[in-house]
């Protein structure tokens, strides 16, 4: 699970790529109940919950998926995070 902002020892903020397979973590998008709220940014994702969508050299990779995930997220405008 999540604790510190962080799964697996993966922080959950910076640079993101989008793959199909060999992903980090595995993201289900929801509406309701997330286990992260995120925020796309276009620079200085550093704090929780903020996204910079590269697509090199990123942080983390993620895929998403629709069950089995290894965490929800949801898309916010304001207050990413936990």
Do not use: H, R
């Amino acid at each position: 699970m999540i604790s510190n902002c962080e799964f697996n020892g993966i922080k959950l903020y910076g640079k993101v790529e989008v793959v199909t397979s060999f992903a980090d973590i595995k993201v289900q998008v929801v509406d309701s109940f997330p286990d992260l709220k995120v925020k796309k940014v276009t620079s200085f994702a550093d704090s929780c919950g903020e996204w910079e969508f590269v697509n090199s050299f990123p942080d983390f990779k993620i895929e998403y998926v629709d069950s089995f995930p290894d965490i929800k997220i949801q898309f916010v405008d304001s207050f990413p995070g936990m």
